[in-house]
């Protein structure tokens, strides 16, 4: 059975007063992961809790796909371009198991 994915989360401490353009930046230099073909969404999401904390969330098709894209001169330059930002970054991955949805329209 074919896993249904593999999530990659990055958790990065952004500099203090660099916020804004760190998501400036981000929104600019995403096509660089969303253009590969093996990516299927990447966000981007502020914590409610720290304002300098920041959650980068991509998914793809499989694991060994991710990897060749990590390897490759496009993540190395789009990585560059964020670098600056950060004070200290981890990353999580994970194979997806398994999803519950709810079907289109149903959303209230």
């Given at each position: 059975?074919?896993?249904?994915?593999?999530?990659?989360?990055?958790?990065?401490?952004?500099?203090?007063?660099?916020?804004?353009?760190?998501?400036?930046?981000?929104?600019?230099?995403?096509?660089?992961?969303?253009?590969?073909?093996?990516?299927?969404?990447?966000?981007?999401?502020?914590?409610?809790?720290?304002?300098?904390?920041?959650?980068?969330?991509?998914?793809?098709?499989?694991?060994?796909?991710?990897r060749e894209f990590e390897e490759?001169?496009?993540?190395?330059?789009?990585?560059?371009?964020?670098?600056?930002?950060?004070?200290?970054?981890?990353?999580?991955?994970?194979?997806?198991?398994?999803?519950?949805?709810?079907?289109?329209?149903?959303?209230?």
């Open positions: 059975m074919a896993s249904p994915g593999f999530r990659v989360i990055l958790t990065m401490n952004i500099r203090s007063g660099m916020q804004e353009e760190f998501e400036r930046v981000w929104r600019s230099v995403g096509a660089a992961v969303t253009d590969h073909p093996a990516n299927l969404g990447h966000w981007l999401m502020r914590s409610t809790g720290d304002e300098g904390v920041y959650y980068i969330c991509s998914d793809w098709v499989d694991e060994r796909r991710f490759s001169w496009e993540h190395g330059e789009h990585r560059a371009l964020l670098h600056p930002y950060r004070e200290s970054a981890t990353i999580t991955t994970m194979h997806v198991v398994g999803s519950l949805l709810k079907p289109a329209g149903e959303v209230a």
